[in-house]
Structures are given as structure tokens and as C-alpha cells.
């Protein structure tokens, strides 16, 4: 029999994660269907247990209601916990099991798709939010020689890398306002903040990249954000978008659901060409 899946949003008919799993299906030979639910914005939970009813297996978890997700799971996975969010959901019985895979689906674009070293590298990651911290623990478990939050308002950063701080073990991390990274450069450069949904740059000083340097900007399919765009003139070495994160926090979703990894290069590179 089917198993059937969903992207639960709102909005979420500009979703890719429909033909993303569909791809995945047929590279796997998984029977699957994958579809697209508007929630409404005060009916997240029953949309949700309306779809496991008539035999959801699980299901993706979009904007706005990633932390509804989070209260609405009755176990976690440890990173989900860390990041206070849950964008996978997997039922089974009574039981709705949250997990969250972004903090991974950009550790491996990173690592797999565009070839950078985490370990000993110097991050900076740009924001307080719910983005940062979904990525802070997978990008700690990598072993970086230090991780830096920064954020417009300081004290967020701040009480972000105070919360982290266990679970950094040996690796410095810091929290700060934009204007205290005057003097520093950094390997990594990820901007995690929203400024780029508003077609907005984060005030950062210069100098901030060293020789070689990535920038990457969470943000996708609007072409060069103003922050690529900054990093680039500012002195990255080299430029990427949350494209990868995508896709490759859905084959991390797919793995959960199905127990087997599906390639990801050529569905990357068909969402590039469209």
C-alpha cells in the first residue's frame, strides 16, 4: 500500500518539498505520495491529526507553526530539544515523534555539496532566532576551532551562546552585537537572519572574511541576496544559498521516514536549472 506524507504550512503552495520527495521516491523505489496542506493559522494540531486519522505517516513541518510542532510531539529527538523546534513529524500509534532536520540538512550541504571543512574553521553565524538555533548544535558537533552568534540586538546572542554553552565542549562560542565584529574574520560567514526575505543586508563592519572564506545565506530562489551580494564585494572567497539546506534537509527527513538515504545531486541540480 501508499504510504502518504505532507508539507504542513502557511503559506505552502510555493513548497518544492512535494517534488523534491517525489524525486526521491523514484530514485529509492519508495511507494509514497507526498502532498501539500494549508493549515490554518489556529488549526495547525487538527490539521495535523486530521491527516495522520486517514493514515498520514508523517509529515513535514513548515512556517509559521515549527514550534506549535514542538509542543504537539509527544517524544523528541536531542537536536530537536536543542533547537525548540520540529519540522519532521513521524506517527506512529498514539505516539507523534518530532525531530529537526535543518541544523543537519545545512552541516551536510556544507560538507558534501560544496566542500567545506567545519572542523578547526572560524563561523560566524548571523542571528538569534529560530534559524540559528536549528542550525547552532549540528554546526558544535562539527568541531569548528570557534562559533561566534551575532545579532542586531546583543543580548540575544548573547543569551543564545549562554544556553549552548554546554553543549559547545571545548569550542569557544560567544554571543555579540554586528558593531563588536569590527576586527575579526571569519571562514564561515552564515546569515541565519530574515534580512534577506526583505531584500535587506544585516549591518555588518568589513573585514570580516579571511582569505578563502565561504558566505551562506539560508535564504533561496531569489537569485543574489543582498547579503551574498555584500560578501562578495567584501571579500568571501566563495557564495552559497540554502538551495542545498533544502534538499538535503529533506533526505535527512526521507531517512527517518523510510530508513535509506536518497541521492540528492541531481535534484539539486534540476531545482538549480528551474
Not at 523546534?85 to 552541516?107: K, M, P, Q, S
Not at 558544535?140 to 549552548?164: D, H
Not at 536518497?262 to 528551474?274: E, F, I, N, Q, Y
Amino acid at each position: 500500500m501508499t504510504d502518504h506524507y505532507a508539507v504542513i504550512g502557511n503559506p505552502v503552495s510555493h513548497s518544492r518539498s512535494p517534488q523534491i520527495h517525489a524525486a526521491f521516491a523514484r530514485a529509492t523505489g519508495q511507494d509514497l505520495s507526498y502532498e501539500a496542506l494549508l493549515a490554518p493559522l489556529d488549526g495547525f494540531a487538527a490539521t495535523v491529526r486530521e491527516f495522520a486519522d486517514r493514515g498520514g505517516r508523517g509529515a513535514n513541518v513548515t512556517v509559521p507553526f515549527k514550534q506549535e510542532a514542538y509542543v504537539l510531539a509527544t517524544r523528541r529527538s536531542a537536536r530537536a530539544q536543542a533547537a525548540g523546534a520540529v519540522n519532521v513529524l513521524v506517527f506512529d500509534g498514539g505516539e507523534i515523534f518530532g525531530d529537526n532536520t535543518d541544523g543537519a540538512g545545512l552541516v551536510i550541504d556544507l560538507r558534501h555539496n560544496l566542500g567545506f571543512t567545519l572542523a578547526g574553521s572560524r563561523i560566524l553565524l548571523l542571528g538569534a532566532g529560530g534559524a540559528a538555533r536549528g542550525a547552532l548544535l549540528p554546526l558544535l558537533e562539527a568541531r569548528p576551532a570557534a562559533v561566534t552568534i551575532a545579532n542586531r540586538t546583543a543580548a540575544k546572542a548573547q543569551a543564545l551562546a549562554r544556553e549552548f554553552a554546554a553543549r559547545a565542549g571545548t569550542t569557544p562560542l560567544d554571543g555579540c552585537g554586528f558593531a563588536t565584529l569590527a576586527g575579526r574574520r571569519f571562514d564561515l560567514v552564515i546569515n541565519a537572519t530574515a534580512a534577506s526575505l526583505a531584500h535587506e543586508a544585516p549591518a555588518l563592519p568589513p573585514g570580516l572574511y579571511a582569505p578563502g572564506s565561504l558566505a551562506y545565506d539560508m535564504m533561496y530562489g531569489k537569485g543574489e541576496t543582498p547579503f551574498l551580494r555584500e560578501a562578495r564585494a567584501g571579500g568571501a572567497a566563495r557564495t552559497a544559498d540554502g538551495l542545498g539546506m533544502l534538499v538535503e534537509q529533506a533526505a535527512e527527513s526521507f531517512l527517518i521516514w523510510r530508513g535509506v538515504r536518497p541521492p540528492t545531486a541531481a535534484v539539486l541540480a534540476r531545482l538549480r536549472a528551474s
